[in-house]
């Protein structure tokens, strides 16, 4: 009787050991999806600039003289891009010029005006009278320079920004390149009265920088502190934090 009991309990422990042995089979099946690959798009400009009126002034300015250039943009990156024009001048020492206690209207530019001139109905450029680089976010008029410093702290003067009235598509939506072209047309001119006999022998020069940002996730109100409004077809400031 034990004896039966006994393998009773053996065939028991035996089933329930083979039991937790076993592994069951089950059907399945995998499969991984293809890898999301994303290609940061490109801003890129090329910019090529056209006297329109006789360059020779550049070697003998006359007081009133009037210089007009005209810039080509093209936009040669893949980003649809917003652009806008730095114009900055100054007055280089000459012969005549006054001694340094007269100096601050003399390189004031009150005799320099630069103009922006629209030069087709599609390159409408819009002048922001205010310098992004200063905290204070004050304006200025449009007819004053407003002096600043270089990286070297020398003084530079520069007429602010122009910024043009809308975005410029990108290669990547397949515009060709003069719909991706836009012009940017200065005149520059010197007073004549205010153009005295200080100035002979001193030399002005002018520069031209052109600057792109991408026109998309309001890029241009967190770098430049501006942004456009496509319903009003102008650019205004964005109000400092």
Known sequence: MKRKILLSMFVILFVIAASLGATMAWFTAEDAAPDNVFTAGTVLIEADETFISDESVLENMNPGDCV????????????????????????????????EADLEDWLANNNVDVEAITASDDSEWQ???WDPDEEE?????????????DEDETEIWYKAYWYFKG??????????????TISFRINVCFDGPL???????????????????????????????????EDTDEWSVVAPE
């Open 195 to 229: 153009t005295d006999n200080n100035y002979q022998g001193a030399e002005f020069t002018l520069g031209t920088a052109f600057e792109a940002i991408q026109s998309s996730n309001d890029a241009s109100a967190d770098l430049w502190g501006v942004e456009f409004d």
């Open 68 to 99: 007009e250039k005209e810039f080509d943009i093209i936009n040669k990156g893949t980003k649809g891009i917003y652009l806008r024009a730095e114009v900055t001048g100054k007055w280089e020492l000459g012969e005549n010029s006054p001694d």
């Open 137 to 149: 976010h004050e304006s200025y008029p449009e007819e004053e320079w407003l002096i600043i410093e």
């Open 167 to 180: 975005d410029v598509d990108g290669e990547f939506t397949e515009e060709d390149e003069e719909a991706r």
């Open 127 to 129: 002048f922001i009278s």
